[in-house]
T-cell receptor
Framework: NAGVMQNPRHLVRRRGQEARLRCSPM?????VYWYRQLPEEGLKFMVY????????ESGMPKERFSAEFPKEGPSILRIQQVVRGDSAAYFC?????????????FGPGTRLLVL | TQLLEQSPQFLSIQEGENLTVYCNSS?????LQWYRQEPGEGPVLLVT?????EVKKLKRLTFQFGDARKDSSLHITAAQPGDTGLYLC??????????FGAGTRLTVKP
């Protein structure tokens, strides 16, 4: 059973470009969470999704950020018109439906660098 | 202000020493988790505690959940260099998401 997969592992973008981060949850997991981590800090919750539904997006910036988890395919975190302050590690986690949200398995993260 | 305060923020000790790190909050949690994160990797779940006063052992690691379910501690006996990492606590308030503390960065020197 493969773990949570995230790609790309590293992403470099120039200011104003778009960044798309992908997350494939573990098999059988229908709950996905996105977090952001700045250097030397803990994880900041961004959004919680189930298939085709956003359950909680209270941690998402109001502008430029969006997330989806379609019926088929990976979850996508999209950042439009990136700025230098978006540089961070973005982690995705997934849970099985009967143990959400207290049991989350994390992916290896995508490290976004905005030049 | 963090919902979960972890202390100390940094800890550097010699191999063989014992240590305790803390995770405190003014909020009550239905469950609390401890994770360990190594550089360049995602956090790995160590334990979930659910019942107030609960104690769980994982080899040389002992986790305790406070009676009021507002705080937790992690005690490591005879620390080894392989224990080096960022220790994160996270709490679930029985809503839809978890909140993480800022972590304790542990370095164990050989």
């Amino acid at each position: 059973n493969a773990g949570v997969m995230q790609n790309p592992r590293h992403l470099v973008r120039r200011r104003g470009q778009e960044a798309r981060l992908r997350c494939s949850p573990m098999k059988g997991h229908s709950h996905v969470y996105w977090y952001r981590q700045l250097p030397e800090e803990g994880l900041k919750f961004m959004v919680y999704l189930q298939k085709e539904n956003i359950i909680d997006e209270s941690g998402m910036p109001k502008e430029r950020f969006s997330a989806e988890f379609p019926k088929e395919g990976p979850s996508i975190l999209r950042i439009q018109q990136v700025v230098r302050g978006d540089s961070a590690a973005y982690f995705c986690a997934s849970s099985p439906p009967d143990r959400a949200p207290e049991t989350q398995y994390f992916g290896p993260g995508t490290r976004l660098l905005v030049l | 202000t963090q919902l979960l305060e972890q202390s100390p923020q940094f800890l550097s000790i010699q191999e063989g020493e014992n240590l305790t790190v803390y995770c405190n909050s003014s909020s009550v949690f239905s469950s609390l988790q401890w994770y360990r994160q190594e550089p360049g990797e995602g956090p790995v779940l160590l334990v979930t505690v659910v019942t107030g006063g609960e104690v769980k052992k994982l080899k040389r690691l002992t986790f305790q959940f406070g009676d009021a379910r507002k705080d937790s501690s992690l005690h490591i006996t005879a620390a080894q260099p392989g224990d080096t990492g960022l220790y994160l606590c996270a709490g679930d308030k029985n809503n839809n998401d978890m909140r993480f503390g800022a972590g304790t960065r542990l370095t164990v020197k050989p």
